[in-house]
């Protein structure tokens, strides 16, 4: 029933810039934290960003900060994630995430109850 599905992801060179869409269905969007998971070729899924339910706090982990900005627009059941100053360690593929009542604290792949498919960003040298 709950589904969530990302888009906007692509091969962009150093320095580009992407904005990755998640588009969720199914549950009622305003009550749900929103976080930007990524997985990188041969690594472990990390956290990279999230935003509560209330769109008004946010967290980065540090090789993202000042070059990501989350976002979320609830009237559209969609969150952002926009990619500034792309660079090549920031290729992986792209998940959103969910986690009910959620205030976007959570760095943890358990906490989230709702995964989208995720979306490849490739970023060349």
């Known amino acids: 029933q709950v589904h969530l599905e990302e888009s906007g992801g692509g091969l962009v060179q150093y320095g580009d810039s992407l904005r990755l869409s998640c588009v969720a269905s199914?549950?009622?969007?305003?009550?749900?934290?929103i976080a930007w998971f990524r997985q990188a070729p041969g690594k472990e899924r990390e956290f990279a960003a999230s935003?509560?339910?209330?769109?008004?706090?946010?967290s980065y982990i540090d090789p993202v900060k000042g070059r990501f900005t989350i976002s979320r627009d609830n009237a559209k059941n969609t969150a952002y994630l926009q990619m500034d100053s792309l660079r090549p360690d920031d290729t992986a593929v792209y998940y959103c995430?969910?986690?009910?009542?959620?205030?976007?604290?959570?760095?943890?792949?358990?906490?989230?109850?709702?995964w989208g498919q995720g979306t490849q960003v490739t970023v060349s040298s």
């Open positions: 995430a969910a986690d009910k009542y959620g205030e976007g604290l959570s760095k943890n792949t358990y906490t989230y109850e709702h």
């Open positions: 935003i509560n339910y209330s769109g008004d706090r946010r």
């Open positions: 199914g549950l009622t969007f305003g009550a749900y934290a």
